[in-house]
């Protein structure tokens, strides 16, 4: 009898021991991303995720001590949903209103127009946008950087 509880006991730490499985924060952040955006998800690492979403627009998010998700299009004029999708896309990450990441998204793109490179701050989150030209197309490239995640 002595032995059977002491087996059982033994068996009851060990599962105490092994706990919950282990959280794969990368993951959640890619499930929040793909829930705020119905992107699919194309390809994923232990750190990054590459995302298609609609109408031709790429995505790609970074997981790490500072996330971020960035939101390309190449061709022109920009899908109505560009900025929208940057914004649920960063609301996702950071958790700052859409429709402010998406405002800055925005300006950050028109200042881009002239200096090929435009930062606008968001608050906990830093919004970069650039335009380049890749075999003859132009390209939009727009990220929301987090400044901090401690949150």
Known sequence: MRALILASGLVAGLFALSGPARADACGDLIDRVVAGTQATLVKRTADFAELKA????????????LSAVGVQFRGTPLPEAYFPLF???GHATTGIAADVIAA?????????????????????????CSLSNSSGSPVTACAVIDKDDSR
């Open 104 to 128: 800055a998204g925005q300006k950050a793109r028109e200042a881009a127009v002239t200096t090929r490179h435009s930062n606008v701050d968001a608050g906990n989150a830093l919004v970069t």
């Open 87 to 89: 914004g649920r896309a």
């Open 54 to 65: 609609s109408d031709g627009i790429g995505m790609t998010l970074a997981c790490g001590q």
